[in-house]
């Protein structure tokens, strides 16, 4: 078994590859042993200090720590955004050591993207695993496109801390099985295998070979048995794994959580302080002054401190490198800059197609989106486009695409490609393709933007990535197609009907529901110009009616908008995205049959809404008219009570029926909901728009169990 074990000082190597010396001499092991023992009462103060935090882990790790920013990280402290720095991610974020009562305190509870150095949030175990697959993809991606003999220009590693628990949440796996299967060489988990989880030690749960489970997915394995104090042999397997030219690499390093501590090795120093007394006897053991606090000498500072120095000569190394990329690419390095700066290379905005190049006829809207983002895929190098195993049914694909993939691989079905590759097959891994996808996102805002893309329904699997990324202010673009009943005979298990409130509800997100596909394209616009949000724009299977007369992609833009206006209506039908057709055909019958006059608003996004001015509000939904607001939507109603006085829709879950009929058999027909509607307005016109006022009403009068 080829595992790491070291028996012996290995020789550290630097950053560019060279030997520093043949071992590190005696004064140099003194340092790293006093910083060590610094470092660990620095932790257990922090978090004494404020009586909480997670001390056990972050003083277990402490010498991966040292051989990591010390000996084997490409970075700049004078510049964090350094475009070719290693990436590191802290998987288990809350292993970040303390927390502060300062709400701009530079140590927050996890570990937030918006403080330098940290590349992105991590805290719900296992996101991290996947955010470094992303951030190693990206430099995969760049440095094929852009690389040229002797101009490395993206080259940097992914370094990836994990704990135990990290290992049993199934979004790690899912992003390992990927990152075996692409070999992304330049990532690096690091296994901090102390044996313990918040319940006690791991094997009340977990008792597999995780060595073992690792190379079946692809990976190399490397062991560091004493990960506590053996900071030569942590360095060496840190650059072996650099040296990988195939396979990721794991390397499992044995520590002790807590290790000081009375309660060393026990789930009892996971997450809390220890305690003045213990804190004190940590010192002693240390050897470190017991009254004295928050220590650290100056010694220590002048050990870590040369990396500036050292991060300077790779800022300007790089910036030369660059300058003569540009004399010998000029095209490339113009492409290049723009991405470094987080710029499109192309003007998005001319390449989504104008209304009148759509179709008029019945259009799924899933087939609009592929209208405005193909093209923008096939010209815009920054867009990486995937899906969870639905290419056929997501329409993503562009003509001339060609798969992210590893070189070399020769598939039985002929699909191939290779890293230059911008379009993602990501499995059927909805939870990993959203959470590498921050990854990607992340590696440096605007340099990709990753599209993702899936069953609507699934995105219910991807959530916890999605929130993830709207926390992180990533911008990315999921397309969830097949959104409503109408999805029709994959039945209940596939029609969404909760699914829209958690992402209307959820902050810093776009959920966007187009009714044809002008509109379509408007949810494009709002969602390129969100730099800092996610967007999900929400799509039909089936064929909608094309509006071309009266849908507006501005009107997407601001949320909500007249849609078919009526002078001295007596009603507002708010109809959205694929159940604009109802909303339209109820406003015939209703003049028709009951001499009711109704306006139409179609309302896409509820929070682009919210942006707009008062005056705007007032004017698209009429507050103040004395009509009453119905909205027609076959979701369940929660949210939509701020904005209407009652609706027509879903209170329980779908049917195994053609789209057709379940629509029918779920009530959404201008048939029924006209009389319902009708009988609003005769109550509204009897006792005033004020008898509904706090009584949103269900007008659907069907009620499946």
């Not at 073992?212 to 650059?239: F, P, T």
């Not at 650099?242 to 990721?248: C, L, T, V």
């Not at 959580?257 to 809390?272: C, E, F, L, M, R």
């Amino acid at each position: 078994m080829p595992e790491y074990k070291r028996t012996a000082p290995q020789t550290p190597v630097v950053r560019d590859g060279s030997e520093r010396q043949t071992s590190l001499p005696t004064q140099e092991r003194e340092i790293i042993d006093y910083s060590l023992r610094t470092i660990r009462c620095l932790i257990a103060d922090l978090c004494e200090q404020h009586k909480g935090g997670h001390p056990g882990g972050a003083m277990g790790m402490a010498a991966i720590g040292i051989a990591l920013w010390k000996y084997c990280m490409n970075y700049s402290p004078s510049d964090p955004q350094y475009f070719n720095r290693d990436r590191f991610v802290l998987s288990n974020g809350q292993l970040k050591s303390y927390h502060s009562t300062r709400p701009d305190s530079t140590c927050p509870g996890h570990p937030e993207i918006e403080i330098d150095g940290v590349e992105v949030t991590t805290g719900p175990l296992g996101q991290g695993v996947a955010n470094a697959v992303g951030l190693a993809m990206a430099t995969k991606h760049l440095g094929s496109v852009y690389n040229k003999p002797g101009f490395p220009l993206v080259n940097n590693m992914t370094w990836c801390m994990i704990g135990d628990a990290c290992l049993q949440e199934g979004v790690a796996l899912e992003a390992i099985q990927l990152a075996g299967h692409w070999q992304l060489n330049n990532l690096v988990i690091i296994y901090d295998n102390n044996q313990i989880t918040c319940d006690g030690s791991v094997d009340i749960c977990n008792t597999e070979d995780v060595n073992a489970k690792m190379r079946a997915c692809g990976w190399d394995v490397l062991q560091v048995e004493d990960g506590c104090y053996d900071v030569e042999s942590i360095v060496s397997a840190l650059n072996h794994a650099r040296s990988s030219k195939e396979k990721p690499t794991f390397i499992n390093v044995k520590t002790i959580i807590g290790i000081g501590s009375k309660v060393a090795g026990d789930a009892k120093a996971h997450g809390t302080a220890f305690g003045t007394e213990d804190v004190a006897n940590i010192k002693i053991k240390f050897g470190l002054n017991p009254e004295e606090s928050f220590i650290v000498s100056d010694k220590v500072y002048n050990f870590f401190r040369e990396a500036v120095g050292r991060g300077k000569t790779l800022e300007v190394k790089w910036r030369y490198l660059l300058d003569a990329y540009s004399q010998e690419y000029p095209d490339l390095h113009r492409e290049f800059t723009l991405r470094v700066k987080g710029k499109m290379t192309g003007d998005w905005s001319e390449i989504i197609p104008p209304k009148e190049h759509f179709p008029t006829t019945p259009t799924a809207s899933r087939k609009s989106a592929g209208l405005c983002c193909n093209p923008l895929a096939s010209k815009l190098q920054n867009l990486m486009v995937g899906t969870a195993d639905l290419t056929t049914s997501v329409n993503m694909a562009w003509e001339g695409k060609i798969d992210f993939q590893r070189p070399g691989l020769q598939t039985e079905c002929g699909i191939n490609g290779d890293y230059t590759g911008r379009y993602i097959h990501w499995g059927v891994r909805e939870h990993a393709m959203a959470a590498i996808s921050n990854g990607l996102a992340a590696f440096n805002k605007g340099t990709i933007l990753p599209i993702t893309s899936s069953f609507f329904m699934f995105y219910i699997y991807a959530a916890p990535a999605v929130r993830m990324g709207a926390l992180q202010g990533l911008q990315q673009i999921h397309i969830a197609t097949h959104d409503s009943i109408g999805t029709g005979e994959d039945g209940p298990t596939h029609q969404p009907i909760a699914l829209p409130a958690l992402y209307r509800a959820m902050p810093n997100i776009l959920y966007i529901r187009p009714c044809d596909s002008e509109e379509t394209a408007g949810a494009f616009f709002a969602a390129f110009r969100a730099t800092s949000t996610p967007t999900i724009i929400s799509l039909s299977r089936q064929n909608l009616e094309q509006y071309p007369k009266y849908s507006s992609r501005d009107g997407v833009q601001r949320g909500a908008y007249t849609f078919l206006e009526e002078s001295q209506a007596d009603v507002t039908l708010i109809g959205v995205g694929a159940e604009m057709v109802f909303a339209v055909r109820t406003r015939d019958t209703l003049r028709e049959h009951f001499n009711i006059k109704a306006r139409v608003v179609s309302f896409p996004c509820q929070r682009l809404f919210e942006q707009q001015s008062i005056e705007y509000k007032r004017q698209v939904l009429q507050y103040q008219s004395g009509i009453p607001r119905v909205v027609i939507e076959a979701y369940a109603v929660n949210g939509w009570e701020r904005y209407a006085e009652a609706g027509f829709s879903m209170s329980t879950f779908g049917h195994s029926l053609p789209g057709a009929a379940a629509y029918k058999y779920f009530g959404f027909n201008e048939q029924i909901i006209s009389p319902e509607v009708a009988k609003l307005v005769g109550e509204v016109r009897k006792h005033g728009i004020e008898s509904l006022r706090g009584e949103f009403r269900d007008l659907n009068p069907i009620h499946h169990l």
